[in-house]
Nanobody, 119 residues
């Protein structure tokens, strides 16, 4: 069974930075494209960044140029460096694999990590 454990969130002022981490249990880490998602109450979960084994990240327009996704295959860990944070970045952040086909389900979601950007 795959477990996802996110950490690194917190309260930060606008313009500040945070680094999120996601540790993935199991032997499936290198088999997947990993992504960070975020969600606010009453809204759909939004994918903000993804990364494959090549190490090349892709980003939503809302975070491009401010967020950087990375992965460490030796540590089964995905990171999200968030700079120039804005109040609209406030959300619970989750990691999971990227669904590359309709036959691919998400792994069970972790508890997420809360990011709050406020002065």
């Amino acid at each position: 069974q795959v477990h996802l454990v996110e950490s690194g969130g917190g309260l930060v002022q606008p313009g500040g930075s945070l680094r999120l981490s996601c540790v993935v249990s199991g032997s499936i880490f290198t088999m997947n494209v990993w992504a960070w998602y975020r969600q606010n109450p009453g809204k759909e979960r939004e994918m903000v960044a993804s990364i494959g084994n090549s190490g090349s990240g892709k980003y939503s327009d809302s975070v491009k140029g401010r967020f950087t996704i990375s992965r460490d295959n030796a540590k089964n860990t995905v990171y999200l460096q968030m700079n120039s944070l804005r109040p609209e970045d406030s959300a619970v952040y989750y990691c999971n694999r990227m669904r590359l086909s309709v036959e691919t389900d998400f792994y069970s979601w972790g508890q997420g990590t809360q990011v709050t950007v406020s002065s």
